[in-house]
């Protein structure tokens, strides 16, 4: 009896508190700043960059539309033969 009672108290003890932070709203965590390692072509020194989510996602949105713009048939130069 008195096992399963310390057994009882020690699993209730060992479990975290549930305190749950507040939701941030969308333009909260859009202020918020994300830094990433990044290692430059050619070199093998990582260079820590840091910006906000909204300046990532823009920079990721750039890039994306430049990569697809690429790979459009429409945008290669041809030739003259």
């Known amino acids: ?3 399963s009672l310390v057994l009882t108290l020690a699993l209730f003890a060992s479990e975290p ?3 749950e932070a507040p939701a941030k709203s969308a333009a909260e965590r859009d202020k918020e700043t994300v830094c ?3 290692v430059p072509t050619g070199s093998n020194i990582s260079q820590r960059v840091c910006k906000t989510r909204k300046a ?3 920079l990721e949105e750039t890039q994306r539309r430049k990569a697809q713009s690429s790979l459009d048939p429409s945008n290669q130069v041809r030739s003259k033969e």
Do not use: G
């Open 1 to 3: 009896m008195l096992t």
């Open 17 to 19: 508190a549930t305190t």
């Open 56 to 58: 990532w996602r823009k």
């Open 36 to 38: 990433v390692d990044v």
